[in-house]
């Protein structure tokens, strides 16, 4: 296992509904295509639904690994060659109820696996419920999925908010989702950007944009990622330009981001 060599991320939004799911697989599949090793991890526990983007239904999911005799491997789900996915399933107890027992054992099947992956990815769910907070503070970077929406706005700027004064998290990365211009998702981007820096003193940086594309609806309703079904139309273009900016970031801070631990301990939630 070679802890220092795995980014692990969160993907993740005060209001539902904006694409998160969306974009975490079909980075998910980008950055496969560029030869890394991706494991997504199902962190809503609310709404699971990277499975049903697949068009899948696992035997097991996370809450299956509470039990002693299911290893980690026993429940991921092969998407492609080194494309792995841990799915969940709607109605998982929340995390925080869970005793530190489970949570510790939980962890440590995750974290024995997770060193093998380039990226480590955790798609959560909307909202700042306290297995949100969790999860969100648990990996090395954090991506927030915005839309033009004024609501989206508002509450990717409570999400920041709560994260930066309740667990003290000042990095975030944001994707501007259903742009349809740069202009306009260059001023959602400096909307939210504003907020932040005034009354936060937090300065966030800017992944970029992805374009309203009815393909997109169309991937979802087929249950296949928009990578493999369109990979020309415009926001699969988009997601695979992010792609490679996030392995350029990986890249430029690997010394900072790189040496954290991949996941911070549970217990310590
Ligand atoms: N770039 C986009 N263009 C058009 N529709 C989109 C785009 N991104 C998301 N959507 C729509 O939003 C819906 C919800 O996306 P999803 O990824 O499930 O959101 P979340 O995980 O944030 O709840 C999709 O089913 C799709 O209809
Ligand atoms: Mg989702």
């Given at each position: 296992m070679n802890r220092n060599n795995t980014l692990s991320l969160s993907v993740m939004s005060g209001?539902?509904?904006?694409?998160k799911t969306n974009i975490i697989l079909n980075l998910g599949y980008a950055l496969n295509r560029e030869r890394m090793k991706v494991m997504l991890m199902d962190c809503d526990l609310g709404l699971a639904n990277l499975d049903v983007l697949l068009g899948i239904s696992p035997e097991r999911n996370l809450h299956d690994l509470l039990r002693s005799d299911v290893d980690t491997e026993d429940v991921l789900v092969c998407i492609e060659e080194g494309f792995d996915m841990l799915p969940a399933t709607s109605g998982i107890p929340e995390l925080v109820e869970m005793d530190e027992d489970l949570q510790d054992i939980l962890f440590r099947k995750l974290i024995n696996l997770a060193g093998e992956y380039d990226y480590l990815m955790l798609d959560l769910g909307a909202g700042i419920s306290n297995t949100v907070l969790s999860f969100a503070t648990l990996p090395q970077l954090r991506i927030v999925v915005v839309t033009p929406e004024p609501t989206s706005l508002t509450d990717s700027y409570a999400m920041i908010k709560v994260l930066a004064t309740q667990r003290g998290i000042k990095d975030f990365l944001v994707i501007v989702n259903q742009a349809t211009s740069p202009a306009e998702a260059a001023q959602t981007f400096e909307r939210l950007d504003a907020a932040c820096r005034n009354f936060l003193n937090i300065e966030l940086r800017n992944l970029g944009f992805i374009h309203q594309d009815r393909t997109l609806v169309e991937a979802v309703r087929r249950q296949t990622p928009l990578l493999k079904f369109a990979p020309n139309s415009p926001a699969a273009k988009d997601i695979s330009a992010m792609a490679r900016k996030i392995m350029r970031y990986r890249e430029d801070n690997r010394e900072r981001i790189l040496g954290r631990p991949i996941l911070k301990d549970f217990p310590s939630l």
């Open positions: 209001k539902g509904g904006v694409g």
